[in-house]
């Protein structure tokens, strides 16, 4: 990709050597300045909703590399639509870029973005998006839905967030997700531990969040990218991604896959059940897309 500014290259070198109280008292203080200046700060033209483990991590960095792209000032993941919206306006935007300030790095053409994989799950955030932000393009990356759900489990494991295997973890996912959208619709800042990290098959049924994204933006707005395609051919993908925003047309000199998860192959039976389970689903994702996606036309399935 392009040379990383001076500025960020300095800040990852403090994320990664700063002790942490040190740490979160640089990122208190950048907030603050941020609060302070919030309304000479930049609006999200774009968000990057999600899907979790379909590789937004990667296309972040791509549109951050873009020449007419300015990155929040925050890490990825501000999450401000599904469990900080109680913060208030202010606070989200006071985690981006001073407009003049980017326009002047950039161009007058400039556009900021937010990414939160949480966002396309999470039953509120598309309401709270259209309310907020009517103008913004929404972009959803896909995968496929049987490697996501696994990787996510691996990611959730990893994490400690899960304990059990992966084939009881789907046993046990309707079970521990009964009652919980009801719930989080009813109280608003209600935090659901079990959907945010246990909604392995859940969130791998596109088609369900892309529709709810639809109606509430207007399908113009919302558009599907395939990470099994981004990652063969990024050039071509990232062009789509590109005509949908309206940016100038700009190449990355590489594209790598940030966050893979390696582990054990995935059992055959387990998979195949996933497989025909997600079937509906990628039929009705192939109609909004207006393709089949990659890992409906090409076989033997990707692992990560």
Known sequence: MT???PVRRLAALVRRHAPAPVLGAIRRAVHAWGMLTARWRM??????????????????????AHPQVARP???????????????????????F???????????????????????????????????ELPDVRVIVMVRDPVERAYSAYKHE????????DFATALELEDERLAGEVDRIVAEPTYESFHHRHHAYRGRSRYSE?????REALGADRVHVADADEFFVDPVGEFARIERFLGLTPWQPESVERWNARP????????????????????????????????????SPRGNA
Not at 75 to 92: E, M
Not at 209 to 213: F, V
Not at 265 to 287: K, S
């Open 209 to 213: 969040q892309i529709e709810r994204y």
């Open 43 to 64: 609006q999200p033209a774009v968000l990057v909703v999600g899907a979790q483990r379909a590789g937004t991590t990667t296309l972040f960095r791509v549109l951050n």
């Open 157 to 164: 494991h990893a994490r400690g967030f899960e304990t059990e």
């Open 3 to 5: 040379r990383q500014h």
């Open 73 to 95: 000032t925050a890490a990825k993941g501000i999450g401000y639509f599904d469990v900080n919206h109680h913060r208030g306006a202010r606070w989200y935007r006071a985690h």
């Open 263 to 298: 582990g054990s192959p995935l059992d055959p039976d387990v998979r195949r059940r996933l497989d025909e389970e997600f079937a509906p689903y990628d039929e009705r994702l192939a109609q909004q897309m207006g393709r089949t996606p990659r890992w409906r036309r090409t």
């Open 97 to 131: 870029p001073v407009t003049a300030l980017a326009r002047r790095r950039h161009g007058p053409g400039v556009i900021t973005f937010d990414s939160s994989g949480y966002y396309l799950f999470h039953p509120l955030a598309p309401g709270r998006i259209a309310h």
